[in-house]
């Protein structure tokens, strides 16, 4: 089992910036690729930014590119997501999930979630 737990989320205005942490426990989570996604309201969930597991590469989505950065720690178990220029469809819960699939982008790539953190950006 892996536990995850998000921070970070809160309010911020346009073109302001948020840091997104996840905290990982349980099995090595040092093995598992790992991965951001967001759901807005009425919307299905979508792929953010995705990191291997050595942290070697990285994947995301064509909304975010040049503004997000994922990264992670294995050491302290961690997996963060800074958030730059921030726009209001940017609004969402956001998840923290790692799973062993091949497919960094998809969400059935991962077989633990977080229970999500608010991100609302106003214009």
């Known amino acids: 089992q892996v536990q995850l737990v998000e921070s970070g989320g809160g309010l911020v205005q346009a073109g302001g910036s948020l840091r997104l942490s996840c905290a990982a426990s349980?099995?090595?989570?040092?093995?598992?690729?790992m991965g951001w996604f967001r759901q807005a309201p009425g919307m299905e969930r979508e792929f953010v930014a995705a990191?291997?597991?050595?942290?070697?590469?990285?994947y995301y989505a064509d909304s975010v590119k040049g503004r997000f950065t994922i990264s992670r720690d294995n050491a302290k178990n961690t997996v963060d997501l800074q958030m730059n220029s921030l726009r209001p469809e940017d609004t969402a819960v956001y998840y923290c999930?790692?799973?062993?699939?091949?497919?960094?982008?998809?969400?059935?790539?991962?077989?633990?979630w977080g229970q999500g953190t608010q991100v609302t950006v106003s214009s």
């Open positions: 990191i291997s597991w050595s942290g070697g590469r990285t």
């Open positions: 349980g099995r090595t989570v040092s093995i598992y690729c």
């Open positions: 999930a790692a799973g062993l699939g091949r497919v960094p982008t998809a969400a059935n790539t991962y077989g633990y």
